[in-house]
């Protein structure tokens, strides 16, 4: 089947702009993961989804971050009022299982622009 | 605080020869050891694993090595093929209390020379 999937890949918003990333997990996957990689660096995590459960959200920078997952199934990652330091690649991974370990295997990102 | 840390941001190597990247971490608790594998603009893709309770992991030409009193892992590619060239990022986690966040270090660009 498909792989993770990730829309749009690219977005480029205005300072101040609300944007809203959305992750297809490989279907069945029970974890989901969000991660914000900037230039030059390592992925850094953002939350975690187990089915519809978020079980930790301590990565998120601030409370213009927000997650959902209602379904369990897809996501959607929400900035609200975009800074210029929110400029990254936001990735979405999923496992099959939870209580690990399972590789998490990643869609190809999204690149946020805030100009 | 960089728990995990890839000290090397580069590296070239010739084809057919041996590829080593180095990764080290500070943080005790972590169990589980990962490399992945990132082409420009796509996303990181798993290579292989290894679990804290052993000190190799091999696949084919990826042998993973674990030195966990130096906290201290490397991967071996062997022989060097050009499709090796991408950014190779070292990740852990802590499996033990459940949580399966995986922490990066910051990459090593391999360029294999043909």
């Known amino acids: 089947g498909a792989g993770v999937s990730q829309s749009p890949r690219y977005k480029v918003a205005k300072r101040g702009q609300d944007v809203a990333l959305r992750c297809d997990p490989i279907s069945g996957h029970v974890s989901l993961f969000w991660y914000q990689q900037a230039l030059g660096q390592g992925p850094e995590f953002l939350t975690y989804?187990?089915?519809?459960?978020?079980?930790?959200k301590s990565g998120l920078p601030s409370d213009r971050f927000f997650a959902e997952r209602p379904e369990g199934s897809v996501s959607t990652l929400k900035i609200q009022r975009t800074q210029q330091e929110d400029s990254a690649v936001y990735l979405c991974?999923?496992?099959?299982?939870?209580?690990?370990?399972?590789?998490?295997?990643f869609g190809p990102g999204t690149r946020l622009t805030v100009t | 605080d960089q728990q995990v840390k890839q000290n090397s941001p580069s590296l070239s190597v010739q084809e057919g020869r041996i590829s080593i990247l180095n990764c080290d971490y500070t943080?005790?608790?972590?169990?589980?050891f990962l490399w992945y594998k990132k082409y420009p603009a796509e996303g990181p893709t798993f290579l292989i694993s290894i679990s804290s309770i052993k000190d190799k992991n091999e696949d084919g030409r990826f042998t993973v090595f674990l030195n966990k009193s130096a906290k201290h892992l490397s991967l071996h590619i062997v022989p060097s093929q050009p499709g090796d060239s991408a950014v190779y990022f070292c990740?852990?986690?802590?499996?033990?209390?459940?949580?399966?966040?995986?922490?990066f270090g910051t990459g090593t660009r391999l360029t294999i020379i043909p």
């Open positions: 943080n005790s608790m972590f169990d589980y």
């Open positions: 989804f187990q089915n519809e459960a978020q079980l930790d």
């Open positions: 991974a999923s496992s099959p299982l939870a209580g690990g370990p399972y590789e998490q295997y």
């Open positions: 990740a852990a986690s802590v499996i033990a209390f459940g949580n399966e966040k995986l922490t």
